[in-house]
DNA sequence: TTGTCTCCCTGCGGGAGACAA
DNA sequence: TTGTCTCCCGCAGGGAGACAA
């Protein structure tokens, strides 16, 4: 049940008609096999960024690029195809024990008749149709996750938990006490427990954890912009993850071990068992940025859908380290030419010779088709940008096809589409109603790669049929099919929840239409839904904007996207009461995704038919911190005293139906913060640090002696 | 010069003959290569327990115990002979990053002659004379090692220097201040650079270094027990260096990550090197008292000059970690046979069955014949024990030679003939002096092992031919000629200082014989020489006894025996004001080993010809603390306020005379205690740390998860 | 609601002499 | 001479409410 799953703007929802009584629990029929680390925690701490293949999936596995990454590029692969089309046989998860860097190991197996496909041109969706979002399961609800400010990691005091995050995820104190207190025990990545004590004082009360959290701060070396995750798995135990910040990542200065094996010392290994076709392993490191050397083959095949010509305008998700970086990756392809003509003809990886727009970054001048989307004014990303547009299954998205593109169909990425815990992150959506052409569209688009979820209930409130959805998704406008998936939680900052509700489609993609210029969106990612929906509240458009503050921990909602997830858990919450508290079964979605007539087509039939008597008849129901939630609802979506309708950080529903061009800009500002939200890296707050709390870094310091 | 070389009881002295116009320098032509870490500190931080082989030396493999000792038993090594044959080819000298554990990488190469000669039964020496004290250089005399007290280690306050050392070692302070005080710089094996506050301060006055020793102290994770040790070098640097007590060897928490390259991983190369008769590497870790896999080829052929057969008894210098277990090491033979009949047929290694007198200790039931020493009525080494036996050229030691002994001539241990720093121990000696047969007899020899220099220097005094002496060196009595050699410098523990006297052979020879209840016994390990002595304070008999503080760093005295060092350096001294303080013309001596005519033998002719009034006549001019070093030898070699010859601790010369069974028992108590200044390892200081110190120990147990 | 600040207070530990072995 | 003890004192840092954003 989605019992724990409240949180601060956006609910965990399910569908009524799907089936509940299996219980959540942290095991299960994983896609992933069960590893050294909890799976919950490790894909929590990957954060929703992360892209990993899928068991059983196609992909490309590209020596070259391997060949870049580890430095010694006089080893031997001469004999190794540039592309070596692979099934991704196992996926391990793992997490360093220096730094609790996760990373996956892939396996992989050379599959001949992925090749062959590639090499008769056939285009073929092979039945991954059920891989897309099957075997997921083993929900985790109770979770948040809060980049660390000065205070948090400064040696005076300890942890301040935000309210909402203590009450969902820590057992309940007993408030009648002067000041409540008790002892949590927290399980890292390795197994390792952890305990701190949970007070609930000061002038006004809060949470804060004190007694062992410096230890904490310091064993793991952290810093102020690094985010800790705690999340409460099915039997009530603490699980506890950190995320670091991008500039201060330790696992440059500790290269990991394990994930060195697989990258350095057995690239021969890999060539080897390559050109005997057996399996080999690659070190899969999520929150590494460089270009990836496993692409899922639909992904590949369709980035050379696309003709590459000089000339082109295109846009990147660069993931770069800086998270700042990310507004400006539009770039012009100036040339298209093998990397390495001798050792590599033909080869596809960083075949295309770029220019970026701003020169700031010390970027490659070479990527790979699938890793950048055309833009420009004729590009086809606009075929379906167009509010009401209806696509239809088999249309091609791009304007000259020189390439088969893939059969349409239930094709979604291998690469983890996003199946729970997408939150509603809106801002980005706005590219959808202010359809400008070309480069904004496109930078937009490049972003929403990260909240596919927006995307997958945009397009549902588009297209008339659920495969259609399934179908945009696939499509190189939409993110080339690489949607960084956060597959299990995409925990987010403070006080954001880790569930998600589906949009109606009907009813919802009617009301797209009409209000063109604004979008409602609600967050998709998991497939979940919620039968009815306070959906006049959902009309209220919301924003919050990252204040001066960098570290602050703050939910980005669109203005007039929906912020329906709450009311629509309280929905849930009232009907399905009976339900047992952690189960959701998402299984089921897994099984049957967007069959039609299905459980969840149902709530995607009905899910915009809000009606906000509903949310008041329910709002009593609501079990803890209710009262809050009501008053945040009823105030127009407050989130923490922030309004989401204030007019100072957000626009109201009517501004932006006559300003569009401003929502979008403030779209574009969105996503800055929001990739700030996913490696949390405010300069200023670190440099504090680095000062004010001299004596812990240099323990740190001295450890890092140590440890080299 | 041995100008700094003063130390408490022992004195370095130079033969005025020998050439002391080189200076001496910390490098030079060793003949150990310039390795990465300091080569005397390297040899400090060995302690005088060590035995390198050495570079070009002859010497046996055992692969068997080379698979004994890494825990893989599966490893190939099936077409291994038993016996190996090399050649040192190099010897490397490193030191653990983790823990600053010394440890020697040893090259060998498979030696077809050698094999050839050992399977025709030839007896080879092999022009190895000119290499057993050859080449050995750079003396590094001022040098102190002082095991760690509770104090030391504590948190509060710094580390307290004993005087003599300090002012040996340190820069000399300006005691017209109140508080004289500098800074110290010392660097260790790895290099790194440590600093000292040093100070002179407390009423009464002491030496101590205050701010920086405990950063020193928990970096290096030392704990009462451990010693540290101090050596300035020629140019005036300083060196810090860390002998661990056995008990908290940290190697074994940190398996050396180098040393294990060499053990567990290449055993396959090694194999195949030794197939190919290429060079391959060993690791040699002179403080794991495992049994050697590398053994001298002399050594080898001398253990099987005896005949060994079930009932014979035998002694073992048992190098336990703990080192009490070193008096009782007395077994009895009960069988001969393979220790595995099918993979290694004929082999040596550990072909003896055992019995051991005591069943405390568990230790292997099987030995191998160079391990021990055989005793009873009828062993060999009684025959030059017998005061004024005169053993001749050729003549052999044991009674039953069934194995063609090597021919005899100039044939010292190859590993590491003692050459300098050798203190005066003497205690031992009075096994010479008071023959009781047998068990005891060998018990002393076998102890004698660790002091080569007084064997040595005590042949000297019986042969009349320097070649006999290196002759007995060798016999199997007298340590198998696996002579733990410190072979730069014994550092010894407080007060003890770093070189020896050579005893003169002509009147020391008469003068030993007249007095056969009790033995002068100078220091020798280092070739020095005096050319006068004080002979009559020498033959005042001193013992210090170590106290109840297990920690602390007393020298050992025999009672009766002359510590005449101290002396023989003033007169030097004297004699030789002139010369540079640092140069000693080690090489001279090292050149021209024991040659009829030498400097060196003019030494020996006279070195016994003390002369007391000489000592009287330099005490003057002794440069710094002589007042000390004076009063103590006037008030009968006083040694830091305890009287060498204190009635409670030793006996007087009469009483040696008349009780000279006493005399042995303190022998052999005083052994265990020097087994103890070089395995520094009270137990009970170290729980007193490990309560009184929690948190530098538990800072030492985070390092340690993190090191992990 | 929560980040930051300041204040309080404890305890660690460095540094000194006292004292005794 | 030096090991141990105790005392002094500075300071790091844990823990609390105040205050404001």
Redesign the pocket.
Known sequence: MVFGLIDLNTVNTDDETSSFDSPSSSSGNLELPASAVCMELWHACAGPLISLPRKGSAVVYFPQGHLERISDHTALASDLPPHVFCRVVDVKLHAEEANDEVYAQVSLVPDNEIEQKWKEGEIEAEGEEEDTVGAEKSITPHMFCKTL????TS????F?V????AEDCFPSLDYEQQ?PSQELVAKDLHGTLWKF?H?Y????????L??G??AFVNKKKLVSGDAVLFLRVADGELRLGIRRAAQVKIGTAFPAPYCQQFTSSSMASVAHAISTRRVFNICYNPRASSSEIIVPYHKFLKSLAHSFSAGMRFKMHFEAEDATERSRCSGLVIGVSDLDPVRWPGSKWRCLVVRWDDMEGNRHTRVSPWEIEPSGSASGPSSFLVPGTKRTRGSLPTTKPDFPIPRDGNEPSDFGEPSRFQVLQGQEIFCFSTPHGGQSQSQCLSKMRCFPGFRTSMISGVASNIRHLQEDSGTPSAGTGFVESSRFCKVLQ??ETSSSLPYGRGPAANQFQENSGSVRLPNYGSHWSAQGQGYTQMRHSAQLVQE??P???LLFQQPNSPPCNLQALHLHQKKRETSSRDSVDFERYAREPFQSGSALEDVLRNGSSGQSEEYNQIESSYPRGSQ?LVSMCKKGCML??FSLIDGKHGASKEDNLTESTTSYNHGTKFLACNEEQVHPSPPV?IKVMSSSCT??RD?HAVRDVLLT
Chains 1, 2 share one sequence.
């Open positions: 400010t000065a205070s948090d040696s005076h005091g300890g301040s935000p309210r909402r995050a000041r004590r007070i004082r000061g002038q006004p009360r809060r949470h804060l004190t007694t959290w410096s403070g006080q001066s503050s570290s602050s921990v809050n923490f005293g707050p004596k812990a323990m």
